[in-house]
């Protein structure tokens, strides 16, 4: 974790040294319109640091993070009546941008947002994927 990275477009938007459309901040994180949004009402939420994945965050910055979440999913419902919203993030290689940040966005029946699923062999492949997560979790928690 940094405090700002020179190169990031987020740290640049954080710190007044890009446009952006901000709609929240405070001294931990920032609010802003997505410039390429799925639907309208796109927004992004970052850690005013440069962290890079959410395993880095702090837990201040975390439940901030979250907590500003749920606020702008109950915005987001009252402004755009959306059948549903996504809120999502990315990490590692997937972390667009170098920068931690989440995604919060309206969702529509026919907006043609989604992912396809690879499916499974068997419930044999549910059992060794779950006692793989499990040994490694109970070690951590």
């Not at 009252?78 to 990315?90: E, H, L, R, S, V």
């Amino acid at each position: 974790m940094e405090m700002k990275n020179k190169h990031c477009v987020f740290c640049k938007i954080v710190n007044k040294e890009a446009p952006s459309n901000i709609i929240y901040e405070d001294e931990l994180i920032c609010c802003f319109l997505d410039i390429d949004p799925i639907n309208e009402g796109h927004v992004l939420i970052v850690p005013k640091e440069h962290y890079h994945d959410v395993d880095e965050l702090d837990d201040e910055t975390l439940l901030r993070i979250t907590k500003l979440s749920t606020k702008l999913t109950k915005v987001i419902k009252k402004a755009f009546n959306p059948d549903g919203y996504t809120i999502m993030q990315n990490g590692g290689i997937f972390t667009d941008f170098g920068h931690y940040h989440m995604h919060i966005f309206p969702r529509y029946i026919d907006d043609e947002f989604g992912w396809t699923c690879k499916e499974l062999d068997n419930k044999n492949s549910l059992d060794s994927v779950k006692e793989k997560i499990k040994v490694i979790l109970d070690r951590e928690l």
